[in-house]
């Protein structure tokens, strides 16, 4: 299978840290993306993973462990225009080189 | 804007309509992709296209058939749907569909409610 697991939905407060976690299956990895999606809006690119480690762009960050098959987004100095859902998505290759995506976390930020 | 715009955004249908969604992207891109999202669930790949050659078909009902007449255009053609074909569908497009390393531009959506 190639789930890939992250939470329904997570709240924070402005100016606050947020941590948003994805999970995956490890075979036939070959890199992840975080999007960003407004309600009513497309899909927005954020970040890309392929090698462990953290990738720092901004206030966002993106942290891989492939062994672990783990991968987290860092979201900081939150702001209220990023309420919105982040998805996680896996490429998958090995005869199928497709993205899978995650269901997706809404987060809420309150002032 | 990102380059991939879709029309239309919103659509009503009966399930015994045809109707076509379109999806073009100015980016100048080798691969189109339709996604299907649904309420609370993950983005489902539909069809993935690449130099108008149609490389994945993901197990999609008929009632969906997709058209690529070149590298910039694709259409999805609707037919005799079902209520719970109601969704976001979004279409993308990315450089290359084979390269992992190749981010994907999504468009706004259309989204459908089959009545």
């Known amino acids: 299978g190639q789930n890939i697991d992250q939470p329904t939905e997570m709240t924070a407060t402005e100016g606050a840290i947020v941590q948003i976690n994805c999970t995956y299956q490890t075979s036939g990895f070959n890199g992840l993306f975080w999007y960003q999606q407004h309600a009513g809006e497309a899909p927005t690119f954020l970040s890309y993973n392929v090698l462990d480690g953290l990738e720092e762009k901004g206030r966002f960050s993106s942290f891989l462990s492939r062994s672990k098959g783990y991968s987290y987004l860092l979201l900081k100095e939150l702001q209220m225009k990023d309420s919105a859902s982040y998805l996680c998505a896996v490429w998958f290759s090995g005869g199928y080189n497709k993205l899978i995506f995650g269901a997706g976390t809404r987060l809420a930020v309150h002032p | 804007e990102t380059g991939v ?111």
């Open chain 2, 5 to 115: 715009t879709q029309t239309p955004r919103h659509l009503v249908m009966g399930m015994t309509n045809k109707k076509s969604l379109k999806c073009e992207q100015h980016l100048g891109h080798n691969a189109m992709y339709w996604y299907k999202q649904s309420a609370k669930k993950p983005l489902e790949l539909m069809f993935v296209y690449s130099l108008e050659e149609r490389v994945e078909n993901n197990s999609v009902p008929s009632r969906f058939s997709p058209e690529c007449p070149n590298s910039s255009h694709l259409f999805l053609h609707l037919h005799t749907l079902q209520p719970e074909d109601s969704a976001l569908y979004l279409c993308a497009s990315s450089q290359d569909s084979t390269e992992a390393s190749n981010e994907q531009f999504f468009g706004p959506g259309t989204r459908l409610t089959v009545l």
